[in-house]
């Protein structure tokens, strides 16, 4: 189990992304090297979100299942593991007791 602690060099918005009435919170990095990156919990819910780029979100503290556009299993991730989301799709998330702590990379 291999989990991100920190990011080096990055330059972090002050301002936070709120999605489904403070369900997700997240903050945007941008890395050195011009790559972009969310950080940010997940409290206990059933959440849908659409990707534009593709996605791989990566476990750092607590757990979750998603089910993918498309299929009906249900897979489940924790910390150290990370779930890989096509570009132009969507996915479900469900977060159960613990909140679901993230790291997402684009592209």
Same mark, same amino acid.
């Given at each position: 189990? *291999?989990? #991100?602690? !920190?990011?080096? *060099? !990055?330059?972090?918005t002050?301002?936070? *992304?709120?999605? &489904?009435?403070?369900?997700?919170? @997240?903050? @945007?990095?941008?890395?050195?090297?011009?790559?972009?990156k !969310? /950080?940010?919990?997940? +409290?206990?819910?059933?959440? !849908? &979100?659409?990707?534009?780029a593709?996605?791989? /979100? %990566?476990?750092?503290?607590?757990?979750?299942? /998603?089910r +993918?556009?498309? @299929?009906? %299993?249900?897979?489940? &991730?924790?910390?150290?593991? #990370?779930?890989? /989301?096509?570009? *132009?799709?969507? &996915?479900?998330? %469900?977060?159960?007791? %613990?909140? =679901?702590? =993230?790291?997402?990379?684009?592209?």
């Amino acid at each position: 189990m *291999n989990i #991100t602690a !920190t990011l080096e *060099n !990055t330059v972090v918005t002050t301002q936070a *992304n709120v999605y &489904f009435d403070g369900k997700c919170v @997240s903050y @945007s990095l941008l890395l050195s090297d011009g790559a972009i990156k !969310t /950080v940010g919990v997940i +409290l206990p819910s059933l959440l !849908t &979100f659409k990707t534009g780029a593709p996605e791989a /979100v %990566e476990g750092v503290a607590g757990c979750c299942r /998603v089910r +993918l556009a498309g @299929s009906d %299993e249900w897979k489940a &991730f924790a910390a150290g593991e #990370t779930f890989h /989301v096509p570009g *132009n799709s969507s &996915f479900d998330i %469900e977060v159960a007791g %613990e909140p =679901y702590h =993230y790291i997402c990379h684009f592209g």
